[in-house]
């Protein structure tokens, strides 16, 4: 069955995937010694990097998520002016190129900011709360929109029962939403801990010292100033097996998640508010409107000015913008296809004799690439192409495929529990009617066309913010617009580089809401 | 047209786009081959000259041109590698990749003369800590000042990840030599942070964020030339000041030498000397150039110029980083 041939496709898709990221830890790990492992194993700055970076990964995750719950129940269930603005914003958050959203931050919380101004002593912001403050403006607004597709997988029946009987938001949080967004933690939570625990830009500027740092600073010096790949390969290996130490321990801790079959989905009822609920949208609506606002408002800043209407005349801005678009959309189509084959596996896996572990395994797969460092993922296909001698001419192709590789985690996130859910009611259905491959698609499009549609705009937009791979492969026709606003910042034009991200960012928009539009049609409640 | 007279035109055809279709391509990093940077100039000056094609290919940093070639070993497409630097050049000789180069450079004016058989200087400049005149009362006047003055908010660079970082760690222990463990703790205890590069060190203090942050005696030409800003200054170092050369070397593969060869001779020439100052905001490295904007020559000139041997840097690189992350992380 898992092997008949309408699932060739997707085996290929998988082997694809499997062999493009196997291929590039291989590659490196041929340069390792694991005879000199020893002496770094020794090192104890390595291990105070590893406490700290565990510490702030944790830290940033839960409070990521503890703000996210209250806020997308908030959002589901209450309509207000400017809500749609809000979702949008969320989308983004993940893309705006650290070095921006840092100096936005600065604007409000910094020396001279805002807080300062405001409150007459200054927001202690180098340190473990600075790093905290981006890592929650980062992430928070990404689990806010995971949460709220968990929220789509509800179905009407509970809603109309609950609104019938009457109940409180807090007593339907409790028995209906609880029970549906609790699978959608776990997964989550490593999403967003493994971001923050090997990303480095934002714990080195706002750290206040090398005191806080990540693995990945080690790696990035191993592998730029040392050219040292046995030690970036032991580093790489450690922080992946810290990383999946972690993934282990988080699924063990939480229950077997059970699927459930749901019919319909997306509707709204009214739930009676009571003053609790109130207090808690109202609460957790300030809160995270302070978190994410000011620093937004600060990068949009610029729009205003002069400057910003000139930077639109250079002919520069929109050659580095249609590269950019070049490298993401094919690269988004790429990821959203791997990880539909990684989907259509995983589902004709689960709920078969022995099948159930493979499916996870399949699914965390795609995790995989979150704990390899970027760079080490590209160093290691460079590393290959060179091998097999592929010329980097073909970079432009290498390009795609990595940062397809890369977005992959986040496509799963949107369109696993959609496609689970699927597989699950209509599944007996199915195999009396032998209902295979495209069709089944072609019957359920009206059901997964938002997830669908999500995962590929994620894959988009990540692919859009990407700087690491682009910059190493660096070849003409591959000036992206993060690499033009760096080169900015990179000699002076500091505020004209803000101004490069302003465009970035309403490109990224612009994209996230034409492709949800087109694609996800209009039952979207996110 | 006769058959002949038609095959001698393709061959003519053939031959001026094999002419034109010879190209030079060097590797050099994304400021330096920005259309603000001294790119086009030197590509339009050289292509006239050469009748060639000049290609740049722009990688995020001058660290990342040397991984870049060590990446693609043997197999690498670059005739030239320009803007790597001294803290570097030890690094690059070691790959094995670097060709020796021809270039007369006996009238170079880099501190001490210029002696290398691989690597050509192309400009100058040296690592200070800028301040704003506007807010700081008392400037520094010496890398003590920086190190001891507690009120004093610093951001520099992380010597790990970028350059002028790299520099911070050589200046100080050729200051302090044995005590650069103590210098450095005084030091943390009053540094706002340390920064992945230079643009997120040199960004946080325009934003306000220090009192004075890492980076060249040239970054207030800059504000002078290009926004009329006349607030920001180079703190002077009485201890003498620790310099930054950018060079370039001709790969031992490259797959157009002659071009090569000839773009080497022209680093020197003043259709390339005379763009780097308001190109790159450095130093020209020959004297018989258009006279430097004023600038240039009012910020503080070194009176003495600190170096540290090429070589033993290479081989305590490690160990100096190790001293100043446990003189700062305790």
């Known amino acids: 069955m898992i092997f008949s041939s309408h699932l060739r496709p997707a085996w290929l898709g998988v082997a694809v995937y499997l062999v493009i990221a196997g291929a590039a830890l291989v590659a490196l790990l041929g340069y390792a010694s694991p005879s000199d492992w020893g002496r770094y194993l020794a090192d104890p700055y390595t291990w105070r990097v590893v406490r700290f970076s565990f510490t702030q990964a944790s830290l940033s995750a839960l409070l990521s998520i503890l703000l996210a719950i209250p806020m997308a129940s908030c959002l589901f269930h209450r309509r207000f002016i400017g809500r749609q603005t809000l979702l949008s914003l969320f989308a983004i958050s993940m893309v705006v190129p650290t070095i921006v959203a840092i100096l936005g931050i600065v604007v409000v919380y910094g020396r001279n900011s805002w807080f300062t101004s405001l409150f007459g002593v200054s927001f202690p912001l180098y340190g473990l709360g600075g790093i905290l403050l981006a890592h929650v403006f980062f992430n928070m607004p990404l689990a806010v929109r995971v949460i709220l597709q968990a929220y789509q997988l509800i179905p009407d029946a509970q809603w109309r029962l609950a609104s019938q009987l009457g109940l409180s938001r807090w007593h339907v949080f409790r028995l209906i939403e609880w029970h549906y967004l609790k699978k959608n933690l776990p997964g989550l939570f490593l999403l967003i801990f493994m971001l923050c625990f090997s990303g480095f830009a934002v714990v080195l500027s706002l750290g206040g010292g090398p005191r806080s740092s990540t693995l990945e600073v080690a790696i990035y010096q191993a592998l730029r100033f040392e050219f040292d790949l046995n030690k970036a390969s032991y580093l790489s290996l450690l922080q992946v097996f810290i990383c999946s130490l972690v993934a282990l321990a988080v699924y063990k801790l939480v229950p077997a998640i059970r699927q459930d079959v749901s019919l319909y989905q997306g509707a709204r009822l009214l739930m009676r508010s009571s003053r609790l609920a109130m207090l808690v949208d109202f609460g957790s609506l300030i809160i995270v409107l302070l978190w994410i606002l000011p620093p937004f408002i600060a990068i949009f800043a610029p729009i205003v000015t002069p400057l910003f209407w000139q930077t639109l005349w250079q002919s520069d801005l929109w050659w580095s913008l249609w590269h950019s678009v070049r490298i993401a959309l094919p690269s988004g189509v790429l990821a959203l296809l791997i990880g539909l084959s990684i989907a259509a596996l995983a589902r004709a896996l689960r709920w078969r004799r022995g099948g159930d572990g493979w499916a996870q395994k399949l699914e965390q797969s795609g995790n995989l690439v979150l704990m390899v460092p970027s760079l080490v993922l590209a160093t290691g296909l460079f590393l290959m192409f060179r091998n097999i001698g592929i010329s980097i001419k073909h970079a432009y192709w290498i390009v795609v495929w990595v940062n397809a590789v890369m977005a992959l985690p986040f496509v799963l996130r949107a369109i696993m529990p959609t496609v689970y859910q699927q597989e699950k009611r209509f599944r007996h259905l199915y195999e009396q009617m032998n209902v295979v491959g495209l069709a089944r698609l072609r019957m359920e499009w009206s059901q997964i066309r938002s997830a669908v549609a999500q995962g590929l705009a994620y894959a988009v937009l990540l692919s859009l913010g990407d700087l690491g791979v682009v910059a190493l492969f660096g070849s003409k026709g591959l000036e992206t617009l993060p690499m033009y606003l760096y080169q900015l910042i990179g000699s002076y034009r500091v505020e004209q580089g803000a101004c490069v991200a302003v465009v970035l960012i309403l490109l990224c928009l612009v994209l996230f809401s034409l492709i949800n539009r087109l694609i996800g049609g209009r039952r979207v409640v996110v | ?330």
């Open chain 2, 1 to 330: 047209m006769s058959f002949k007279s038609f095959a001698l035109a393709t061959t003519a055809l053939l031959a001026t786009s094999l002419v034109s279709a010879e190209t030079l391509t060097v590797y050099t990093y994304d400021a330096f081959a920005s259309e603000w940077g001294p790119g086009p100039k030197i590509k339009t000056n050289f292509e006239a000259q050469c009748g060639c094609e000049l290609n740049f290919v722009a990688l995020d940093s001058s660290v990342g041109i040397l991984s870049r070639v060590q990446l693609e070993g043997e197999a690498s497409e670059a005739d030239v590698l320009l803007g790597l630097d001294l803290n570097v050049m030890e690094a690059a000789k070691q790959t094995g990749l670097l060709e020796k180069h021809s270039v007369d450079t006996s009238n170079v004016t880099t501190p001490g003369g210029w002696n290398d058989d691989n690597f050509v200087p192309f400009d100058q400049g040296y690592f200070a800590f800028i301040y704003d005149s506007e807010k700081l009362a008392t400037a520094p006047t010496s890398l003590k000042d920086v190190v001891e003055n507690q009120d004093l908010k610093v951001i520099y660079q992380d010597p790990r990840t970028s350059t002028p970082g790299l520099g911070l760690l050589l200046w100080m222990k050729a200051v302090y030599g044995d005590q650069a463990a103590d210098a450095w703790a005084k030091l943390a205890s009053h540094t706002v942070t340390v920064t992945k590069g230079w643009y997120d060190g040199y960004s946080l203090f325009l934003k306000g964020e220090a009192d004075v942050v890492l980076s060249y005696t040239t970054s207030p030409a800059y504000h002078i030339v290009a926004e009329g800003e006349h607030k920001y200054k180079a703190a002077e170092a009485s201890e003498g000041f620790y310099p930054q050369i950018e060079v370039a070397a001709v790969l031992e593969n490259a797959p157009n030498k002659a071009l090569a060869e000839q773009f080497m001779q022209f680093i020197l020439e003043p259709g390339f000397q005379n763009v780097v100052a308001t190109g790159n905001w450095m130093y020209p490295v020959m004297a018989n150039v258009d006279p430097l904007p004023e600038a240039f020559t009012s910020q503080p000139q070194p009176t003495k110029v600190l170096t540290l041997d090429a070589e033993q840097v290479a081989q305590n690189r490690q160990a100096w980083i190790n001293e100043w992350l446990e003189a700062t992380t305790h």
